[in-house]
């Protein structure tokens, strides 16, 4: 799958790494996320959401599909996986974490798994583009 990145010219840069089944999607989740002065990658499945994860081990900020590579299925592991995986950096506040959905199934779902309620965003709620601006 495609994986695709916005390199800045700065160093120092914040990082972010977003997990975005729907290409235009990621795009406008990029684009925001480089207006706020993050360096920003985008996954389209939960295999390139791993690697990037894995090569950008220092992003402190992660948005992602909840149910990542499967759209319109009900299956939350993908979101799960990443929050778990950097939970303990997510309590200290050194992370910021955001599963996003529109289905209120897979939100509840994904409540239910573990994932704390402030950690999960409906993508037609104003919140959703709080978030993107920087107004968590």
Request: charged content about 30%.
């Amino acid at each position: 799958m495609v994986v695709f990145l916005r390199k800045m010219n700065a160093e120092n840069k914040k990082t972010a790494i977003a997990g975005i089944h729907d290409h235009d999607i990621g795009e406008i989740v990029i684009r925001a996320l480089e207006r706020r002065g993050y360096e920003a990658t985008c996954a389209v499945n939960m295999e390139d959401m791993r690697k990037e994860m894995d090569s950008n081990p220092n992003s402190s900020f992660y948005i992602m599909d909840i149910n990542l590579g499967m759209p319109g299925e009900p299956f939350v592991e993908p979101a799960l996986e990443a929050y778990n995986r950097i939970k303990e950096s997510i309590e200290k506040g050194e992370v910021k974490f955001y599963g996003i959905s529109g289905s209120p199934q897979v939100i509840n779902m994904a409540i239910k798994s573990g994932i704390p309620k402030e950690h999960i965003i409906n993508k037609g709620d104003d919140r959703f583009f709080d978030v993107l601006r920087g107004r968590e």
